[in-house]
């Protein structure tokens, strides 16, 4: 489901370890979270599929990066993402892909692929990792941290982490509900050319409702765990509806692009998005770094509207 929403977070804390945090110098820490394990799509991904040599949905070329990195990273956006965000609030460093070649595990792994859907049948990249495959490598992962760490710490590692999961933009295989407001679907709604695709902010809607009843039901099946079901819709809408006062000039266009919306011509060309703090999206689908970090400071100071039932604030403070 590429639509506005393409920004469904769930956020699940793996346990709650009722503690007062404390850091190597007695002082207390904010937050009390060691690692963080990020899964889910291209909006998660820190490049995953830039070490997938088949992977078609990539972002290893320029501009990508461009801003904070100065480099490609395959990044779905120039370039932090909303689990960089969240690293960063926490004090970590950003989490390095899993399949990134002597990355060290220990504050933290990405698993996140561009492409990828919810499910193994509703993905638009076949080469890029499966969601049951990213469960494989976390435990893979945790092997290796139970061989370098020893298993006591690091259980406590896996206990004390904050496990993110994207969703959002390759939900549906089904392209002629391709989707939303996104430059994509605006450019290909050929009813109504550069307007929103209205059924599929239905569809949207309708799926972030059942989300929100699969957290209710996992919460009452887990109560160890603390699940959050963060939901941007709402926010991405708020966006589209009175971008100004978000300091966005433009809400419909891709930033990096050409053509028509610039969904027309893939990004990929340096010279391409001259002002992307300005621009609601990156590309055809992906928001710019500068609405993930919104998004993410949302996520953390929102009421249950965006973060059901309590924020990640509240979570990481568990
Ligand atoms: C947004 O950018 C696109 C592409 O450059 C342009 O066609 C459109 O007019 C812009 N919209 C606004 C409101 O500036």
Same mark, same amino acid.
């Given at each position: 489901?590429?639509?506005?929403?393409?920004?469904?977070?769930?956020?699940?804390?793996?346990?709650? /370890?009722?503690?007062?945090?404390?850091?190597?110098?007695?002082?207390? &820490?904010?937050?009390?979270?060691?690692? /963080?394990?990020?899964?889910?799509?291209?909006?998660?991904?820190?490049?995953?599929?830039?070490?997938?040599?088949?992977?078609?949905?990539?972002?290893?070329?320029?501009?990508?990066?461009?801003?904070?990195?100065? &480099?490609?990273?395959?990044?779905?956006?120039?370039?932090?993402?909303?689990?960089?965000?969240?690293?960063?609030?926490?004090?970590?460093?950003?989490?390095?892909?899993?399949?990134?070649?002597?990355?060290?595990?220990?504050?933290?792994?990405?698993?996140?692929?561009?492409?990828?859907?919810?499910?193994?049948?509703?993905?638009?990249?076949?080469?890029?990792?499966?969601?049951?495959?990213?469960?494989?490598?976390?435990?893979?992962?945790?092997?290796?941290?139970? &061989?370098?760490?020893?298993?006591?710490?690091?259980?406590?590692?896996?206990?004390?982490?904050?496990?993110?999961?994207? %969703?959002?933009?390759?939900?549906?295989?089904?392209?002629?509900?391709?989707?939303?407001?996104?430059?994509?679907?605006?450019?290909?709604?050929?009813?109504?050319?550069?307007?929103?695709?209205?059924?599929?902010?239905?569809?949207?809607?309708?799926?972030?409702?059942?989300?929100?009843?699969?957290?209710?039901?996992?919460?009452?099946?887990?109560?160890?765990?603390?699940?959050?079901?963060?939901? %941007?819709?709402?926010?991405?809408?708020?966006?589209?509806?009175?971008?100004?006062?978000?300091?966005?000039?433009?809400?419909?266009?891709?930033?990096?692009?050409?053509?028509?919306?610039?969904?027309?011509?893939?990004?990929?060309?340096?010279?391409?998005?001259?002002?992307?703090?300005?621009?609601?999206?990156?590309?055809?689908?992906?928001?710019?770094?500068?609405?993930?970090?919104?998004?993410?400071?949302?996520?953390?100071?929102?009421?249950?509207?965006?973060?059901?039932?309590?924020?990640?604030?509240?979570?990481?403070?568990?």
């Amino acid at each position: 489901m590429d639509l506005k929403t393409v920004l469904t977070l769930v956020a699940v804390v793996l346990a709650a /370890i009722p503690s007062v945090p404390m850091d190597a110098t007695g002082a207390h &820490k904010e937050f009390d979270v060691l690692a /963080i394990f990020a899964f889910g799509d291209s909006l998660g991904d820190a490049g995953t599929n830039s070490f997938i040599p088949q992977a078609s949905a990539r972002a290893d070329f320029l501009p990508c990066g461009k801003t904070f990195f100065r &480099k490609p990273t395959g990044r779905f956006t120039n370039c932090r993402t909303v689990v960089d965000f969240t690293a960063q609030k926490l004090d970590l460093p950003l989490t390095p892909p899993f399949l990134k070649p002597h990355a060290s595990f220990t504050k933290g792994v990405n698993f996140a692929s561009g492409g990828r859907g919810l499910l193994d049948s509703t993905s638009a990249d076949d080469f890029s990792v499966r969601m049951s495959t990213q469960v494989q490598q976390f435990a893979s992962a945790k092997a290796t941290l139970e &061989k370098q760490l020893g298993a006591h710490s690091a259980g406590i590692l896996t206990f004390k982490s904050i496990v993110l999961f994207t %969703s959002g933009s390759n939900g549906h295989r089904v392209r002629r509900w391709s989707a939303g407001c996104s430059p994509l679907a605006r450019a290909s709604n050929t009813a109504k050319q550069g307007e929103c695709v209205e059924v599929a902010n239905q569809l949207a809607l309708g799926f972030n409702a059942a989300l929100k009843q699969l957290v209710d039901g996992l919460r009452a099946a887990l109560p160890r765990f603390n699940l959050v079901l963060a939901n %941007s819709f709402d926010t991405v809408s708020a966006m589209i509806t009175d971008g100004k006062s978000f300091g966005l000039d433009n809400v419909t266009a891709a930033c990096c692009g050409a053509g028509f919306l610039n969904a027309k011509v893939q990004c990929g060309k340096p010279d391409f998005c001259r002002r992307p703090f300005k621009s609601l999206f990156w590309d055809v689908l992906h928001p710019t770094e500068h609405v993930n970090w919104i998004l993410l400071n949302v996520l953390f100071t929102c009421d249950a509207t965006a973060a059901y039932p309590i924020n990640s604030r509240a979570l990481a403070r568990l």
